[in-house]
Structure formats: C-alpha cells, structure tokens
C-alpha cells in the first residue's frame, strides 16, 4: 500500500521551532522528489521547499528562507525543520512526491500553529 505521511504538526510560540516529518512507504521514495507545501486560512496552497533526488539539491520560498530546513534521511523520511517561527506560518502543511512519469503523491497534511 502507497503511503505518504505527514506529521509533527502541532503548536507554538513565535520564534519556537518543529519539525515536520514526511514518511513514504510502498513507492520507490529516493526515485522522487518531495516539496512541502502551505495552505493558510483563506489562501492558496503554496511551496515553500523542496528537495530533489540523487544529490538533494534544495530549495526554498523567500518567506522560509534561512529559517526552515529540508532534508532526505534514511529509511524514507523527508524532514522540514521549522526554526524561529512566526505567526503567519500558521497553515496546514502537506508533503508532496513527485517523480517523471510516475504517479503524483500527497501527505494529509498536518496543522501547524503558531502564537504570538
């Protein structure tokens, strides 16, 4: 069975950090890349990173930039480290693979809220 899972979600104070993990089973994970993705009350869901396969190559949003950081570990886990937070991150936030030719997938997204 095809899974993407996103979690770590949770709250906290502005300028408190955490960390998102997007875990993949069934599907050959390092053949894909993985973006993490943004949907705020009201607004569109936007990327906000992502990193590529074979030499992880990274990118980021001007709004995350030198803030949040993506990585590829072991055993099929994508991490977004989330560092001095502020209140307009506050969104659920969705992984998403991607690979030529082969299927789309999306994690189910996890809520992430940050107080002032």
């Known amino acids: 069975e095809v899974q993407l899972q996103a979690s770590g979600g949770g709250e906290a104070q502005a300028g408190g950090s955490l960390r998102l993990s997007c875990a993949a089973s069934?599907?050959?994970?390092?053949?894909?890349?993985i973006g993490w993705f943004r949907q705020a009350p009201g607004k569109e869901r936007e990327i906000i990173s992502c990193?590529?396969?074979?030499?992880?190559?990274t990118n980021y949003a001007d709004s995350v930039k030198g803030r949040f950081t993506i990585s590829r570990e072991p055993k099929n886990t994508v991490y977004l480290q989330m560092n001095s937070l502020k209140p307009e991150d506050t969104a659920v936030y969705y992984c998403?693979?991607?690979?030529?030719?082969?299927?789309?997938?999306w994690g189910q997204g996890t809520l992430v809220t940050v107080s002032s």
């Open positions: 998403k693979a991607t690979a030529p030719l082969k299927p789309v997938y």
């Open positions: 069934g599907f050959a994970f390092d053949d894909y890349a």
């Open positions: 990193i590529s396969t074979y030499d992880d190559s």
